[in-house]
């Protein structure tokens, strides 16, 4: 998985009583993956930060142009940066 990797977000289960599962796909960027953390920073291409919850658990689906990897995971952090939307998803 590298910077530039094409990667799909969708609310697998909400975690926080009587929040309501969003059902919509978010497209993202691979922005940096941290081996040694299992984590990712995305930048968030479609929809708003508000809109994705860090109280959820969140399919993953990563394509590069060799393979497509997928994983579940919670959003940790969502903040405006340089590079724009980002997110910081933490892999389960």
């Not at 990797?5 to 059902?23: F, P, T, Y």
């Not at 479609?46 to 590069?64: H, M, N, P, V, W």
């Amino acid at each position: 998985m590298k910077r530039g990797d094409s990667v799909e977000l969708k609310m697998e289960k909400i975690l926080r009583v009587g929040d309501i599962k969003d059902k919509a796909t978010y497209a993202c960027k691979v922005l940096e993956y941290d081996t040694g953390r299992e984590s990712l920073c995305l930048l968030l291409e479609t929809g708003k930060l508000r809109e994705l919850s860090l109280d959820a658990i969140y399919f993953c689906k990563i394509q590069s142009e060799e393979e497509q990897i997928s994983c579940t995971g919670r959003i940790c952090d969502r903040y405006h940066g340089k590079a724009g939307k980002i997110l910081e998803f933490q892999i389960k």
